[in-house]
């Protein structure tokens, strides 16, 4: 007679060796004793689930049938309780099935020393089989979970940037599931992609974690943006260190008290981008200089402004119009200083004195004149934006 007999006896009793295996799980794995997470009710019928596919098996011969262990993985992964616990509550339930098998077989004389090594074989192939299909359903349903989570994180996001949340319950609910304080400051990044879909930022929201910094992200076709809490007078500091140390170019908004100004602060920080000189990596803020952001947001407008206030300069042969540009920056990093400005440019203070006067006979503006030294300084970063250096010429002004 086979073990057919063994396996017959204890389905008889299988409500209470359901139990059984369920009480020695609580007991024996840590994540398991919390009625909150997994239900008592819940695991014994899971525990008496799958003693019965065991029992039926031996005893009937029939197919392995994964059906409940895969129902266990995706359930559990759904609770929260982690793959290893999982697996290892299967492996005690499994030997304590055995010990019954053990126990049940001394009543059964019939049954063989070599039957039950042969069995023991069996079972723990079994157990293999259905830990496979336990851990395959978990990774599945974990997999689909995380999706579901990242999907609607992101929905959340875009609606926080397009301004769709606005209510004041709203807005605390969706920063309590991102991650965010109810109030700022926060500050809002722009970081240009180099091909789209490609993240110029990638791992940003491990970094800043690391810095103690809460923040939530979206990727856009040709941008990735995101906002970031900034709770300590020293986290943007250490916000822009984590931002530079990605070598990518990134704008970030002024600082705002609260995530309704969301929109309007992605709308500085994409100025802040827009102004970053150069083509290389870099970090630029909207408040470090602001006129340079605003002449950046308006190309069109900037250009036009080009033609008024110098287009005689631009005009210039190429060696000229550079030197002249040349001198004009200097001057206004130093502050209106032709001293500091001659330093800088490696020639005598007279010699940028004389190129100034220039600039103001071919411009017709004064640079003593404070309204035409803005105009003259609007029209520089204008100028710089279009990248009118050496050769180049500006957009022509639009009409």
Request: charged share 20%.
């Amino acid at each position: 007679m086979d073990i057919s007999g063994v396996a017959a006896a204890l389905h008889s009793r299988l409500p209470e060796l359901g139990e059984r295996i369920a009480q020695r799980i609580r007991s024996d794995v840590d994540a398991y004793d919390e009625e909150s997470l997994i239900p008592f009710d819940s695991l014994r019928r899971s525990c008496t689930a799958n003693a019965d596919l065991v029992l039926s098996h031996l005893g009937h011969a029939d197919a392995p049938d994964p059906s409940p262990a895969r129902e266990t993985g995706r359930v559990r992964a759904e609770q929260g309780v982690p793959l290893a616990d999982t697996l290892h509550a299967y492996r005690v339930g499994f030997e304590l099935l055995w010990t019954e098998i053990l126990l049940e077989s001394r009543t059964h004389p019939e049954v063989s020393d070599d039957q039950l090594v042969s069995q023991s074989a069996e079972i723990w192939a079994l157990f293999g089989l259905y830990a496979e299909a336990v851990a395959a359903a978990y990774r599945e349903t974990s997999a689909e979970l995380t999706s579901q989570r990242h999907a609607r994180r992101s929905a959340l996001v875009e609606a926080l940037f397009t301004g769709v949340i606005a209510d004041r319950t709203t807005l605390w609910e969706a920063a309590r599931e991102l991650g965010l304080p109810e109030h700022g400051p926060y500050a809002v990044v722009a970081a240009a992609a180099g091909a789209p879909g490609q993240e110029p930022l990638a791992g940003i929201e491990a970094e800043l974690r690391q810095a103690q910094l809460a923040s939530a992200w979206r990727l856009l076709p040709d941008h990735q943006i995101g906002v970031i809490a900034l709770p300590t007078p020293t986290a943007e500091s250490a916000c822009l260190r984590v931002l530079r140390r990605a070598r990518a170019r990134v704008g970030v908004s002024p600082c705002f008290p609260s995530l309704r100004d969301t929109p309007q602060a992605l709308h500085f920080a994409r100025l802040a981008l827009a102004g970053l000189r150069g083509t290389g990596p870099g970090v630029a803020r909207f408040d470090d200089n602001p006129l340079a952001m605003v002449v950046a947001a308006a190309p069109a407008e900037a250009a036009h402004l080009v033609g008024v206030v110098l287009q005689p300069l631009v005009d210039l042969p190429v060696a000229e119009r550079a030197r002249l540009l040349e001198t004009l920056e200097h001057w206004f990093a130093a502050a209106g200083s032709a001293t500091e400005a001659a330093r800088g440019l490696f020639v005598h203070p007279n010699t940028v004195r004389y190129r100034l006067r220039r600039v103001e006979e071919l411009t017709g503006r004064s640079l003593s004149d404070p309204r035409a030294v803005a105009d003259i300084g609007a029209a520089l970063l204008a100028v710089r934006n279009a990248g009118v250096g050496a050769g180049e010429q500006p957009p022509p002004a639009s009409d």
